[in-house]
């Protein structure tokens, strides 16, 4: 446990009905009792443990004396018990900025420290009581902006993904105790696996980090989000579907051309998946100063896109804007999908549009005729379909992903070794390494680099 106790108000700044006060450490118990009295006359330390008690919460003055300042709730989480694994007090107030304030600063008087970001969950993970994944998943949580990045946070907390990865972690222990007990005891027969079932064992694990690693293309859809740029020539529907994908008003919509110079961005979901969104100026030849740099700008998020939403207007034979954006497009490394906008119009030249492209669809931005068609094409282009994000282990940022890649590779490498018929040290130092990775991804083995940079993240009082 870490030596000293840290405090800081767990609710957002600002007026509310209530404000939560959280002081966790080894003299929490102390440093609470002297900033909330119970009415029931008993000190708090003795209050029933993760029962809430009513008291009066005092402040200090500036002579030392104590002032009661309101009346409250407090709760004692005794050690191990409780989210950090210390000794742990939460404080409820009333919500006024002032008040909340002069309780924290009580806190701090009584030998709190201020905690820092993330500090709370820090302590948690350092105690055992969660595991790296876990607390990355509840910044995903706390960050939430979408009703499936809540689900699939909400299974990572639940411990999902530290499951799996326990799981492979205990396979491949067991794998290489077989093996070493041959190596240290060449003369007896202690093996509990052949060299076949070795090999299958070892295959086993690598199809399953392979289909771990799979789930971070579902994972990144939905938890970090798309880059998705909508783009076309000026006035095909660019901005309207950005506000119908929004779901708001966000962007001005005219006849005129041009409206939009600058990227606009917002977030939404569709089919499931997380659209980071940047609505771009028109695409075109201009010798408006101002306008040019917005048609750069939109090259530039084209560039960065991972999924885009090229925008044309069917009722028209293709012109030279519209051949010299299927140029760009076709140099796209990311998905495209070409929406025959104003749909509501004949669509007297759609063909020329989808003899170009994989994917298109004509959609309506006034209606909303179309979009179901493209939500299920989103979700089926980046949504691994055989996976349920509230129950099953899904990798959701760039480093869970990079330690799996890492340890299936290693796996690779080990399986490798065995067909070229390498002694059988050398044959599991892959697995060995994979082992290794696959404690640094859920925090068995991390460095403290890696775990400030995580937890700084976080919101100061979590």
Same mark, same amino acid.
Do not use: W
């Given at each position: 446990?870490?030596?000293?106790?840290?405090?800081?108000?767990?609710?957002?700044?600002?007026?509310?009905?209530?404000?939560?006060?959280?002081?966790?450490?080894?003299d929490?118990?102390?440093?609470?009792?002297? *900033?909330?009295?119970?009415?029931?006359?008993?000190?708090?330390?003795?209050?029933?443990?993760?029962?809430? *008690?009513?008291?009066?919460?005092?402040?200090?003055?500036?002579?030392?004396?104590?002032?009661?300042?309101?009346?409250g709730?407090?709760?004692?989480?005794?050690?191990?018990? /409780?989210?950090?694994?210390?000794? !742990?007090?939460?404080?409820?107030?009333? &919500?006024?900025?002032?008040?909340?304030?002069?309780?924290?600063?009580?806190?701090?008087?009584?030998?709190?420290?201020?905690?820092?970001?993330?500090?709370?969950?820090?302590?948690?993970?350092?105690?055992?009581?969660?595991?790296?994944?876990?607390?990355?998943?509840?910044?995903?949580?706390?960050?939430?902006?979408?009703?499936?990045?809540?689900?699939?946070?909400?299974?990572?907390? &639940?411990?999902?993904?530290?499951?799996?990865c326990g799981?492979?972690?205990?396979?491949l222990?067991?794998i290489?105790?077989?093996v070493?007990?041959?190596?240290?005891?060449p003369?007896?027969?202690?093996?509990?696996?052949?060299?076949?079932?070795?090999?299958?064992?070892?295959?086993?694990?690598?199809?399953?980090?392979?289909?771990?690693?799979?789930?971070? $293309?579902?994972?990144?859809? @939905?938890?970090?989000?798309?880059? !998705?740029?909508?783009?076309?020539?000026?006035?095909?529907?660019? /901005?309207?579907?950005?506000?119908?994908? =929004?779901?708001?008003?966000?962007?001005?919509?005219?006849?005129?051309?041009?409206?939009?110079r600058?990227?606009?961005? +917002?977030?939404?979901?569709?089919?499931?998946?997380?659209?980071? =969104?940047?609505?771009?100026?028109?695409?075109?030849?201009?010798?408006?100063?101002?306008e040019?740099?917005?048609?750069?700008?939109?090259?530039?998020?084209?560039?960065?896109?991972?999924?885009? =939403?090229?925008?044309?207007?069917?009722?028209?034979?293709?012109?030279?804007?519209?051949?010299? =954006?299927?140029?760009?497009?076709?140099?796209?490394?990311?998905? *495209?999908?070409?929406?025959?906008?104003?749909?509501?119009?004949?669509?007297?030249?759609?063909?020329?549009?989808?003899?170009?492209?994989?994917?298109?669809?004509? @959609?309506?931005?006034?209606?909303?005729?179309?979009?179901?068609?493209?939500?299920?094409?989103?979700?089926?282009?980046?949504?691994?379909?055989?996976?349920?994000?509230?129950q099953?282990?899904?990798?959701?940022?760039?480093?869970?992903?990079?330690?799996?890649?890492?340890?299936?590779?290693?796996?690779?490498?080990?399986?490798?070794?065995? $067909?070229?018929?390498?002694?059988?040290?050398?044959?599991?130092?892959?697995?060995?390494?994979?082992?290794?990775?696959? +404690?640094?991804?859920?925090?068995?083995?991390?460095?403290?680099?890696?775990?400030?940079?995580?937890?700084?993240?976080?919101?100061?009082?979590?």
């Open positions: 446990m870490t030596g000293d106790t840290i405090a800081a108000v767990s609710t957002p700044r600002g007026k509310g009905g209530v404000a939560l006060l959280r002081v966790s450490g080894p929490a118990l102390r440093i609470g009792g002297e *900033v909330f009295c119970p009415k029931n006359g008993r000190p708090l330390a003795q209050s029933p443990a993760r029962t809430a *008690v009513y008291g009066s919460i005092y402040a200090v003055e500036p002579d030392g004396s104590r002032v009661a300042v309101d009346d709730l407090a709760t004692v989480f005794p050690a191990p018990a /409780s989210y950090t694994g210390e000794d !742990t007090v939460e404080i409820c107030c009333h &919500g006024g900025i002032l008040l909340t304030e002069t309780v924290l600063s009580a806190l701090l008087a009584a030998g709190a420290r201020p905690a820092g970001p993330g500090e709370f969950t820090r302590r948690a993970f350092l105690n055992g009581k969660l595991g790296l994944s876990a607390a990355e998943a509840l910044a995903d949580l706390l960050e939430a902006q979408t009703r499936d990045q809540l689900l699939l946070a909400h299974s990572g907390m &639940g411990g999902a993904t530290q499951s799996r799981e492979l972690y205990e396979r222990r067991r290489l105790a077989s070493y007990v041959c190596i240290d005891y003369d007896e027969d202690l093996a509990e696996m052949s060299r076949d079932e070795l090999i299958a064992a070892m295959q086993s694990c690598a199809h399953d980090l392979q289909e771990l690693c799979r789930s971070y $293309r579902t994972g990144h859809a @939905v938890a970090e989000g798309l880059r !998705t740029v909508i783009c076309g020539k000026p006035n095909v529907g660019k /901005s309207a579907l950005f506000n119908r994908l =929004l779901g708001r008003e966000a962007a001005i919509v005219t006849d005129v051309e041009g409206t939009t600058d990227v606009l961005r +917002g977030t939404a979901s569709l089919g499931g998946v997380t659209l980071l =969104l940047s609505d771009t100026a028109g695409i075109h030849e201009t010798g408006d100063t101002v040019r740099i917005g048609v750069e700008r939109a090259k530039s998020e084209l560039e960065q896109a991972e999924l885009t =939403l090229a925008v044309f207007d069917a009722s028209r034979e293709p012109d030279d804007a519209d051949r010299a =954006l299927f140029a760009l497009l076709a140099r796209q490394s990311g998905e *495209v999908i070409a929406l025959l906008g104003k749909c509501d119009l004949p669509q007297t030249c759609a063909d020329a549009y989808r003899a170009r492209f994989r994917h298109c669809l004509p @959609v309506s931005a006034r209606s909303g005729e179309g979009l179901p068609e493209l939500a299920g094409l989103v979700e089926r282009l980046f949504l691994d379909g055989r996976l349920d994000i509230r099953d282990a899904v990798l959701t940022n760039a480093r869970q992903y990079a330690a799996a890649v890492r340890a299936q590779r290693a796996m690779e490498e080990s399986l490798e070794a065995f $067909r070229i018929g390498e002694p059988i040290d050398v044959c599991c130092a892959g697995a060995e390494e994979a082992m290794a990775v696959l +404690g640094e991804l859920d925090g068995r083995a991390v460095s403290e680099e890696l775990v400030s940079e995580i937890f700084s993240h976080f919101c100061v009082g979590k």
